[in-house]
T-cell receptor, first 114, second 112 residues
């Protein structure tokens, strides 16, 4: 099956620093990549949709200057949380989509901002 | 507005029981319905359904779509403690950007 990796799996950082999370589709080229955030015991909340070579489309209420997305190739997208604060602590999950709408998720990144 | 509703929101059963999880949807342009299982990490793909009435099966899990009723069910037979997870139903939204609309999820707990 399609495999999506995410790195790092866990990161702890100080308030005010920036954190970059990488998402890679390992054995396929993804039409589109998606970034989600998940709070405890809640469903996934879509943050942005990312297509290779173009600007990401952010969901309402998501600050694009705070959550920078770069989609350099059909197999790599990165999310950078800039000037992170404790309220940004969360579980961030990426997914890679195929043209038939199947989506495969990365294992997620647990971000803790102290 | 696109909408996906799952029921029940949570369920506690004992090993060996059979469970049925429900997913109802409202989308303008139906393309497919997906089921995922989420344990401690990110969701893992279970099934994608596109045609009504055709059952998809994987071991003790099976799922079927009913386009007339705008719904799908996920069945798990002979449940095991390892089936404890959140089960998510999702559909591509009407905007055709590939974006998935998720239900709230059903939290299943299987007791020994």
């Amino acid at each position: 099956g399609a495999v999506v990796s995410q790195h790092p799996s866990r990161v702890i950082c100080k308030s005010g620093t920036s954190v970059k999370i990488e998402c890679r589709s390992l054995d396929f080229q993804a039409t589109t990549m998606f970034w989600y955030r998940q709070f405890p015991k809640k469903s996934l909340m879509l943050m942005a949709t990312s297509n290779e070579g173009s600007k990401a489309t952010y969901e309402q209420g998501v600050e694009k200057d705070k959550f920078l997305i770069n989609h350099a190739s059909l197999t790599l997208s990165t999310l950078t949380v800039t000037s992170a604060h404790p309220e940004d602590s969360s579980f961030y999950i990426c997914s890679a989509g195929l043209a038939n709408n199947e989506q495969f998720f990365g294992p997620g990144t647990r971000l803790t901002v102290l | 507005e696109d909408k996906v509703v799952q029921s029940p929101l949570s369920l506690v059963v004992h090993e060996g029981d059979t469970v049925t999880l429900n997913c109802s949807y409202e989308v303008t342009n139906f393309r497919s319905l997906l089921w995922y299982k989420q344990e401690k990490k990110a969701p893992t793909f279970l099934f994608m359904l596109t045609s009504s009435g055709i059952e998809k099966k994987s071991g003790r899990l099976s799922s079927i779509l009913d386009k007339k009723e705008l719904s799908s069910i996920l069945n798990i037979t002979a449940t095991q403690t390892g089936d404890s997870a959140i089960y998510l139903c999702a559909l591509p939204g009407s905007s055709n950007t590939g974006k998935l609309i998720f239900g709230q999820g059903t939290t299943l707990q299987v007791k020994p």
